[in-house]
């Protein structure tokens, strides 16, 4: 049973446009996300947190926002880059022991046209 | 460039064969992990190792022997692989696995089983 769920597999958008990838959960313990980015013969790349008690954070063109009640959270990014075409990973972890392990999703395509 | 480095990126080896898999961290890290990839499924985390001790080990087959001989190396010891072994083996390290903070990961060895 997959507890940190990225339903779209891929996603296009135009340069300059804004990106927005989504992430679901269904474990009440997770209170710590991550977003990362992996490149094709690279490993993933930590790109932003948010812990349970904010409900955003930004860091340049990225945006992560979370929505605990309804277990959603997502990424903006904007604008789009064509850099920015990468397998993108929601990730969540929760507090104490073996709980600050990391689940991942299987990750979402994103392509940005020139 | 990563402060994670795996060897060999490469690698395909037989059924009955022994080899290593081998992880370095160069971000002064007191934690490590190995994940597993395979296609179309999320990160699956195998083991866990926090100031040298092991942590978490993920139910993995005993053909899978890790190793973490001081906090900056990790190896994974392969022995009598199955070909469903075949996936991209990637290390991590964090400041600790005892609380929240990003995981930084490697480039992955790319293994295929004969």
């Known amino acids: 049973d997959q507890q940190v769920k990225q339903n779209s597999p891929s996603l296009s958008v135009q340069e300059g446009r804004i990106s927005i990838l989504n992430c679901d959960y269904t474990n009440s313990m997770f209170d710590y996300f991550l977003w990362y980015k992996k490149y094709p013969a690279e490993g993933p790349t930590f790109l932003i947190s948010i812990s349970s008690i904010k409900d955003k954070n930004e860091d340049g063109r990225f945006t992560v926002f979370l929505n605990k009640s309804a277990k959603h959270l997502s990424l903006h990014i904007v604008p789009s880059q064509p850099g920015d075409s990468a397998v993108y990973f929601c990730?969540?972890?929760?507090?104490?022991?073996?709980?600050?392990?990391?689940?991942f999703g299987k990750g979402t395509l994103l392509t940005v046209n020139p | 460039e990563t402060g994670v480095t795996q060897t060999p990126r490469h690698l395909v080896m037989g059924m009955t064969n022994k080899k290593s898999l081998k992880c370095e961290q160069h971000?002064?890290?007191?934690?490590m992990y190995w994940y597993k990839q395979s296609a179309k499924k999320p990160l699956e985390l195998m083991f866990v190792y926090n100031f040298k001790e092991q942590t978490e080990n993920n139910s993995v087959p005993s053909r899978f022997s890790p190793e973490c001989p001081n906090s900056s190396h990790l190896f994974l010891h392969l022995h009598t692989l199955q070909p469903e072994d075949s996936a991209l083996y990637l290390c991590a390290s964090s400041q600790s696995s005892l609380n929240n903070q990003p995981q930084h990961f490697g480039d992955g060895t790319r293994l295929s089983i004969l």
């Open positions: 971000l002064g890290h007191n934690a």
């Open positions: 990730a969540a972890s929760g507090n104490g022991g073996s709980n600050y392990k990391l689940t």
